[in-house]
C-alpha cells in the first residue's frame, strides 16, 4: 500500500503545475473573466503535460524523475512571457554587441533551456531517492495551488460583501409604455468601434485629415457630432452609461455601497486589489449585459441581434442571434499564451492576428446581412477596430506585428515600427469598411433604420513623433460619433453631445419618450479600483 501510495503522490505536483497558469491567470482576472473561458486551455495544458510524461517517461524509466521533470518544463513554459515582459519592461529589451542586436529571445530562451538540460541532465545521472525531493516539491506545488484559490475565494466573498449591489441594480421604473411616433418601427444598428477617436485628435496626433469620410457620411445624410465625447475612456464604463442611459450611476452605487456599511477600503485592505477590482467590474458587467436600452426595445417586440467580439462583456450570446466568425482564440486565451513560451513563436502571433483578423472582418462584411425578420431588431456590433492590435493596412492587407499579440493599448509602447503610420493606415481601412457596411445596410433595409456608428472612447496610447512624445489623456474622451435617422430630423442633436444621451434622443423622437438630456460630462478613476470618479474639467477636454 505504501508503494501505491508513493507512487500517486508523486504525480501530485504535476497535477499542481498543470493547474496553476490557468487559476493564476484567473484570479488576476476575477470578475473579468467567465470560468468556462477556462476550460480549453485547462484540457491544453493536460494534454500537454501527458505528452511531455509520455516522452520523457521512456528516457528516465523512472516516475519520480519524468515526473520532476514534467513540472519544471510547465513551469518554466508558462513563466516564460512573464520574465519576457518583465525584460522588456526593466531596460532589457535587447544589446548592442559588434553591431549585432541580442534582443530578449536571444539570451531569455537559451536560458530558459540551459536550465531544462541541466535539471535533466542531474536527474538521468542521479541515483539518490527522490522521494524527499518530490514531497518538498509537492508541498510547494500545493502552496501555490492554496494561494491562488485563496485570491479566487477572496473575490467571492468580496462579492458577497457588495451584494446589496443586487438592490441597486434592480431594474428601475421605466416610464409608462407609450405610442410610438413611429411606424413602421425602424431596424436599430448600434456600431461601436473601438478606439475611434475625433477627427481633429487624429489630426493633431498622427497627422491625419479624417475630414473625408465624414463628408461621404454627410453626403449619405448622416449627422456627424463634430465636438462628440464618450462619459469614460474605459470601454465598459463607457457602454454601461450610453446602454443605460445614465452617466453618474457609478458614483451613486459608491454612495449606495457606503449607505450599506460596506467599506471599500477596508475590503481592500483584507482581500487583494484585483479581487475587490473584479468586484465592480463583474457588477458593471451585469449593467452592460441587462441594460436599460434591450429591455426598452423588447417591451415593443424588438429581435436582439449581437455580433461576436473578442470582448467578454461585449460577448452577448444570449441574444434572439448571435453572428460569429467560427472558431476563435477568446480573450483569456490570448492571454495565457503571452505569458508562455508560445510568445516567442512568430506562428502563433501569425496565428493570433489571423484569427483577428477574420472576426472583425466578419463583423464589418456581414453588417447589413442579418437574417430578416417580421420583428423590428437592435443589431449590436462591437468591433475591436482601430483599436490595436495595428494588422490592417489601409486596404485591409494584413501586416504582421513585431511584438506579441495583445488588446492592451500600452503594449504599443514596445512596437519597434513607427506607430503613426501603421495607426493611418489601420484606420483608412475602418473609413472604407465604414462605407461599405453603411451602403449594404441602407440598400438591404426595407424600412429606412437607424444607424448609429460611434467610439466608445478614443485611443490612449502615448506616441512618439519625430523625437517628442505625445500624451492624451484627456483626449481619450473625444469620439468618432455620427448617426442616421429616418427622415433626417436632426433637430435635437449638437456638436457637443456625448454617447449617454444617444438613445434619450432616439427614444423621445421615435417612441414618444420625454427623456430630459442629461449633463454632457466626462469622468476619470480617481483610484484605482475603478469604483471612484470624479469630472474631468472642461478646461481640460478637447
Given at each position: 500500500?505504501?508503494?501505491?501510495?508513493?507512487?500517486?503522490?508523486?504525480?501530485?505536483?504535476?497535477?499542481?503545475?498543470?493547474?496553476?497558469?490557468?487559476?493564476?491567470?484567473?484570479?488576476?482576472?476575477?470578475?473579468q473573466?467567465?470560468?468556462?473561458?477556462?476550460?480549453?486551455?485547462?484540457?491544453?495544458?493536460?494534454?500537454?503535460?501527458?505528452?511531455?510524461?509520455?516522452?520523457?517517461?521512456?528516457?528516465?524509466?523512472?516516475?519520480?524523475?519524468?515526473?520532476?521533470?514534467?513540472?519544471?518544463?510547465?513551469?518554466?513554459?508558462?513563466?516564460?512571457?512573464?520574465?519576457?515582459?518583465?525584460?522588456m519592461?526593466?531596460?532589457?529589451?535587447?544589446?548592442?554587441?559588434?553591431?549585432?542586436?541580442?534582443?530578449?529571445?536571444?539570451?531569455?530562451?537559451?536560458?530558459?533551456?540551459?536550465?531544462?538540460?541541466?535539471?535533466?541532465?542531474?536527474?538521468?545521472?542521479?541515483?539518490?531517492?527522490?522521494?524527499?525531493?518530490?514531497?518538498?516539491?509537492?508541498?510547494?506545488?500545493?502552496?501555490?495551488?492554496?494561494?491562488?484559490?485563496?485570491?479566487?475565494?477572496?473575490?467571492?466573498?468580496?462579492?458577497?460583501?457588495?451584494?446589496?449591489?443586487?438592490?441597486?441594480?434592480?431594474?428601475?421604473?421605466?416610464?409608462?409604455?407609450?405610442?410610438?411616433?413611429?411606424d413602421?418601427?425602424?431596424?436599430i444598428?448600434?456600431?461601436?468601434?473601438?478606439?475611434?477617436?475625433?477627427?481633429?485628435?487624429?489630426e493633431?496626433?498622427?497627422?491625419?485629415?479624417?475630414?473625408?469620410?465624414?463628408?461621404e457620411?454627410?453626403?449619405?445624410?448622416?449627422?456627424?457630432?463634430?465636438?462628440g465625447?464618450?462619459?469614460?475612456?474605459?470601454?465598459?464604463?463607457?457602454?454601461?452609461?450610453?446602454?443605460?442611459?445614465?452617466?453618474?450611476?457609478?458614483?451613486?452605487?459608491?454612495?449606495?455601497?457606503?449607505?450599506?456599511?460596506?467599506?471599500?477600503?477596508?475590503?481592500?485592505?483584507?482581500?487583494?486589489?484585483?479581487?475587490?477590482?473584479?468586484?465592480?467590474?463583474?457588477?458593471?458587467?451585469?449593467?452592460?449585459?441587462?441594460?436599460?436600452?434591450?429591455?426598452?426595445?423588447?417591451?415593443?417586440?424588438?429581435?436582439?441581434?449581437?455580433?461576436?467580439?473578442?470582448?467578454?462583456?461585449?460577448?452577448?450570446?444570449?441574444?434572439?442571434?448571435?453572428?460569429?466568425?467560427?472558431?476563435?482564440?477568446?480573450?483569456?486565451e490570448?492571454?495565457l499564451?503571452?505569458?508562455?513560451?508560445?510568445?516567442?513563436?512568430?506562428?502563433?502571433?501569425?496565428?493570433?492576428?489571423?484569427?483577428?483578423?477574420?472576426?472583425?472582418?466578419?463583423?464589418?462584411?456581414?453588417?447589413?446581412?442579418?437574417?430578416?425578420?417580421?420583428?423590428?431588431?437592435?443589431?449590436?456590433?462591437?468591433?475591436?477596430?482601430?483599436?490595436?492590435?495595428?494588422?490592417?493596412?489601409?486596404?485591409?492587407?494584413?501586416?504582421?506585428?513585431?511584438?506579441?499579440?495583445?488588446?492592451?493599448?500600452?503594449?504599443?509602447?514596445?512596437?519597434?515600427?513607427?506607430?503613426?503610420?501603421?495607426?493611418?493606415?489601420?484606420?483608412?481601412?475602418?473609413n472604407?469598411k465604414?462605407?461599405?457596411?453603411?451602403?449594404?445596410?441602407?440598400?438591404?433595409?426595407?424600412?429606412?433604420?437607424?444607424?448609429?456608428?460611434?467610439a466608445?472612447?478614443?485611443?490612449?496610447?502615448?506616441?512618439?513623433?519625430?523625437?517628442?512624445?505625445?500624451?492624451?489623456?484627456?483626449?481619450?474622451?473625444a469620439?468618432?460619433?455620427?448617426?442616421?435617422?429616418?427622415?433626417?430630423?436632426?433637430?435635437?442633436?449638437y456638436?457637443?453631445?456625448?454617447?449617454?444621451?444617444?438613445?434619450?434622443?432616439?427614444?423621445?423622437?421615435?417612441?414618444?419618450?420625454?427623456?430630459?438630456?442629461?449633463?454632457?460630462v466626462?469622468?476619470?478613476?480617481?483610484?484605482?479600483?475603478?469604483?471612484?470618479?470624479?469630472?474631468?474639467?472642461?478646461?481640460?477636454?478637447?
Open positions: 500500500m505504501l508503494k501505491k501510495f508513493e507512487g500517486a503522490s508523486s504525480f501530485i505536483h504535476v497535477i499542481c503545475f498543470a493547474l496553476f497558469p490557468v487559476l493564476f491567470l484567473y484570479a488576476n482576472n476575477s470578475g473573466v467567465v470560468f468556462s473561458q477556462t476550460v480549453r486551455s485547462q484540457l491544453v495544458i493536460f494534454a500537454f503535460a501527458a505528452l511531455l510524461w509520455v516522452g520523457f517517461y521512456p528516457l528516465f524509466k523512472h516516475k519520480e524523475k519524468a515526473n520532476l521533470l514534467v513540472s519544471l518544463v510547465i513551469l518554466l513554459f508558462f513563466t516564460y512571457g512573464i520574465a519576457q515582459n518583465y525584460c519592461n526593466h531596460s532589457l529589451r535587447g544589446y548592442q554587441l559588434f553591431g549585432f542586436k541580442i534582443g530578449v529571445n536571444t539570451y531569455l530562451l537559451p536560458l530558459w533551456v540551459l536550465m531544462v538540460s541541466l535539471v535533466g541532465a542531474w536527474l538521468l545521472k542521479t541515483k539518490r531517492s527522490l522521494i524527499p525531493l518530490t514531497k518538498i516539491v509537492n508541498m510547494f506545488g500545493g502552496v501555490m495551488i492554496a494561494l491562488v484559490l485563496f485570491n479566487i475565494f477572496s473575490f467571492n466573498l468580496q462579492s458577497q460583501s457588495l451584494s446589496g449591489i443586487d438592490a441597486f441594480m434592480q431594474k428601475p421604473q421605466e416610464e409608462a409604455k407609450k405610442p410610438v411616433v413611429s413602421p418601427l425602424p431596424d444598428y448600434y456600431i461601436v468601434l473601438d478606439a475611434y477617436s475625433r477627427d481633429d485628435v487624429l493633431q496626433m498622427i497627422d491625419f485629415d479624417n475630414k473625408e469620410v465624414l463628408q457620411l454627410e453626403d449619405r445624410r448622416f449627422y456627424v457630432v463634430k465636438k465625447r464618450s462619459n469614460f475612456n474605459k470601454t465598459y464604463l463607457s457602454l454601461c452609461s450610453t446602454l443605460n442611459l445614465d452617466v453618474d450611476y457609478v458614483n451613486r452605487m459608491h454612495e449606495f455601497i457606503a449607505q450599506e456599511g460596506a467599506s471599500v477600503n477596508s475590503l481592500d485592505k483584507l482581500f487583494t486589489q484585483n479581487s475587490v477590482r473584479g468586484s465592480f467590474f463583474g457588477y458593471y458587467k451585469k449593467l452592460l449585459r441587462d441594460n436599460r436600452v434591450i429591455r426598452f426595445l423588447k417591451e415593443y417586440g424588438y429581435k436582439i441581434v449581437a455580433y461576436e467580439s473578442g470582448y467578454e462583456p461585449t460577448e452577448w450570446q444570449d441574444v434572439d442571434q448571435y453572428r460569429y466568425s467560427g472558431f476563435n482564440l477568446n480573450e483569456f490570448n492571454e499564451i503571452n505569458t508562455s513560451m508560445l510568445v516567442c513563436m512568430k506562428k502563433i502571433q501569425t496565428v493570433q492576428n489571423r484569427l483577428h483578423r477574420q472576426r472583425v472582418l466578419y463583423t464589418f462584411n456581414e453588417l447589413g446581412n442579418e437574417t430578416n425578420t417580421e420583428n423590428p431588431k437592435f443589431v449590436f456590433a462591437h468591433v475591436l477596430c482601430p483599436h490595436s492590435p495595428f494588422i490592417f493596412g489601409p486596404d485591409g492587407e494584413p501586416l504582421q506585428m513585431d511584438r506579441k499579440f495583445s488588446l492592451n493599448s500600452k503594449n504599443l509602447d514596445q512596437e519597434k515600427h513607427h506607430p503613426i503610420e501603421i495607426m493611418k493606415g489601420q484606420v483608412q481601412f475602418v472604407k465604414i462605407l461599405e457596411m453603411v451602403d449594404r445596410i441602407l440598400s438591404n433595409s426595407k424600412n429606412d433604420p437607424i444607424i448609429i456608428i460611434q466608445d472612447h478614443g485611443f490612449r496610447m502615448r506616441l512618439k513623433h519625430e523625437g517628442q512624445v505625445k500624451d492624451n489623456i484627456d483626449r481619450t474622451y469620439i468618432f460619433h455620427t448617426v442616421y435617422l429616418p427622415g433626417q430630423n436632426y433637430s435635437d442633436y456638436p457637443t453631445m456625448s454617447t449617454v444621451n444617444t438613445f434619450r434622443l432616439v427614444f423621445n423622437q421615435f417612441f414618444g419618450m420625454d427623456y430630459p438630456l442629461t449633463d454632457d466626462c469622468y476619470r478613476p480617481i483610484n484605482k479600483l475603478n469604483e471612484r470618479f470624479e469630472k474631468v474639467s472642461e478646461a481640460n477636454l478637447k
